[in-house]
T-cell receptor, first 116, second 112 residues
Framework: DVKVTQSSRYLVKRTGEKVFLECVQD?????MFWYRQDPGLGLRLIYF???????EKGDIPEGYSVSREKKERFSLILESASTNQTSMYLC???????????????FGPGTRLLVL | KQEVTQIPAALSVPEGENLVLNCSFT??????LQWFRQDPGKGLTSLLL?????REQTSGRLNASLDKSSGRSTLYIAASQPGDSATYLCAVSYTGGFKTIFGAGTRLFVKA
């Protein structure tokens, strides 16, 4: 079974702090994703990565950066946390996709971040 | 703008009922559509994935249908059980780029 783990289930930070959210997958997946989930808005893609050191902006990248130094690990960084970044953060991974087939995404348990 | 809408936002049914969850999408040029389940405070679990060339997929008591021309998908749950209580999300992936759009979900309560 694919396992996607996230470093923290709950996190409380203060405005202006630098925040690191870590995600690790154990199935050698090429693609990794960071989403945030807010009530009534569904999941919104922040960044994704299709290979080591490669990254692409999603729909809402402002205020975030990412790092993928190793295939199994994808980090989301909040450079200076703000209260509007209080949210549930979900990491996902999937196998490489081709033009003919796109693999399902496997999700981690989520990190609920509160910025005070 | 590509959007995915799920109706209703919340649903409460007695145990044993058959029920239908709805998902609509504005851009019909989809690549695939997926239904996920999310338990409170947890991540998402994939239930069913329908490729654009397919009309439906079935897994146990779950059946998902896809009608691209009308921009709709339904998730049918037969003989609902309290353990089915969760939020169900619809996600649409599009060709021509890496993009998956999620609906806001339908929160289901099945009462014993």
């Amino acid at each position: 079974d694919v396992k996607v783990t996230q470093s923290s289930r709950y996190l409380v930070k203060r405005t202006g702090e630098k925040v690191f959210l870590e995600c690790v997958q154990d199935m050698d997946h090429e693609n990794m994703f960071w989403y945030r989930q807010d009530p009534g808005l569904g999941l919104r893609l922040i960044y994704f990565s299709y290979d080591v050191k490669m990254k692409e902006k999603g729909d809402i990248p402002e205020g975030y950066s990412v790092s993928r130094e190793k295939k199994e690990r994808f980090s989301l960084i909040l450079e200076s946390a703000s209260t509007n970044q209080t949210s549930m953060y979900l990491c996902a991974s999937s196998l490489v996709w081709t033009s003919r087939f796109r693999e399902t995404q496997y999700f981690g348990p989520g990190t609920r971040l509160l910025v005070l | 703008k590509q959007e995915v809408t799920q109706i209703p936002a919340a649903l409460s049914v007695p145990e044993g009922e058959n029920l239908v969850l709805n998902c609509s999408f504005t851009d019909s040029a989809i690549y695939n559509l997926q239904w996920f389940r999310q338990d409170p405070g947890k991540g998402l679990t994939s239930l069913l994935l329908i490729q654009s060339s397919q009309r439906e997929q079935t897994s146990g008591r779950l059946n998902a249908s896809l009608d691209k021309s009308s921009g709709r998908s339904t998730l049918y749950i037969a003989a609902s059980q309290p353990g089915d209580s969760a939020t169900y999300l619809c996600a649409v992936s599009y060709t021509g780029g890496f993009k998956t759009i999620f609906g806001a979900g339908t929160r289901l309560f099945v009462k014993a």
